[in-house]
């Protein structure tokens, strides 16, 4: 079965860049699923980050555009998060996860499989 | 953007109780709407897809109905290990991903 793990730097200082990774193991990457990223402040609900296909389409929550980018690494079937210019606002645990599918249509909406996440904590 | 409004914020019930949890949207979302379960320092766990499919290995006493605007989470008998937080989540044509609040179901 598909198991997700994310990995990076729990400090980051502000203004800097955070990059995460996320591998996956028990599957390949290269799949019609759709992988993404979450992220949940201290004490806060979630909060949708951006997502990613094998193909390279990428989609990024607007409040976050700019500062977004999801890729992928098909040969370490891994994807990977990075946000630029942080601050305090962005400290949170980061997950990754799975985007399954409608069971009658090809839509892709909900997490299916999710890693344990990381926290990442921006402070100088 | 579409706003996913959960009710209510905090459900106080004993184990054995029924609990009904609300999730309303600010435009129809069909039937693509899910539900997730999670507790302290855990990653949250898929419950129900498709407003009333119960995700693989989740108890039958987990259920979701509802479609369009209004959709509701129901655990007929709670277990202690339901005693979480719950969240409802759609995607709004293709693009952006929203989550309810989370409705808290403590102990009483």
């Known amino acids: 079965q598909v198991q997700l793990q994310e990995s990076g730097p729990g400090l980051v200082k502000p203004s800097g860049t955070l990059s995460l990774t996320c591998g996956v193991s028990?599957?390949?990457?290269?799949?019609?699923?759709?992988w993404t990223w979450v992220r949940q402040p201290p004490g806060k609900g979630l909060e949708w980050v951006g997502e990613i296909h094998h193909s390279g389409s990428t989609n990024s929550n607007p409040s976050l555009k700019s500062r977004v980018t999801v890729s992928v690494d098909k040969s370490k079937n891994q994807i990977s998060l990075r946000l630029t210019s942080v601050t305090a606002a962005d400290t949170a645990v980061y997950y990754c996860a799975r985007v399954g599918k409608a069971v009658v249509s090809d839509y892709y909406y909900y997490m299916d499989v999710w890693g344990l996440g990381t926290t990442v904590i921006v402070s100088s | 953007e579409i706003v996913l409004t959960q009710s209510p914020a905090t459900l106080v019930l004993s184990p054995g109780e029924r609990a009904t949890l609300s999730c309303r949207a600010s435009q129809s979302v069909s039937n693509y709407l899910a539900w997730y379960q999670q507790k302290p320092g855990q990653a949250p766990r898929l419950l129900i897809y498709d407003a009333s499919n119960r995700a693989t290995g989740i108890p039958a006493r987990f259920s979701g109905s509802g479609s369009g605007t209004d959709f509701t989470l129901t655990i007929s008998s709670l277990e202690p290990e339901d005693f979480a937080v719950y969240y409802c989540?759609?995607?709004?044509?293709?693009?952006?991903?929203?989550f309810g609040q989370g409705t808290k179901v403590e102990i009483k």
């Open positions: 989540q759609q995607r709004d044509n293709w693009a952006l991903w929203t």
């Open positions: 028990g599957g390949s990457i290269i799949t019609t699923y759709w």
